[in-house]
């Protein structure tokens, strides 16, 4: 799971993609969201861990036509 911001950021790279591109932006906030998760001390709560992701995974899903589940 916690690998799909460098996923997002690696296709956006490889597409070409913008900087402001949602997709970039996107996926910075979910690495930057896992990392204070996973993180000692933990500084992101599981609520804004789990709205990045789903925020993240739904851009993904509608970019790379990838199904949700």
């Known amino acids: 799971m916690a690998d799909l911001g460098e996923k997002m950021i690696a296709r956006a790279d490889a597409d070409g993609l ?9 996926g910075k906030a979910f690495s930057e969201a896992a990392t204070g998760f996973y993180g000692h001390p933990q500084t992101v709560s599981v ?4 709205g990045c992701w789903a925020r993240a995974r739904r851009l ?5 036509g990838e199904p949700l589940v």
């Open 60 to 64: 993904w899903s509608e970019y790379s």
């Open 18 to 26: 913008p900087a402001d591109h949602e997709m970039r932006i996107k």
């Open 47 to 50: 609520k804004q861990f789990m």
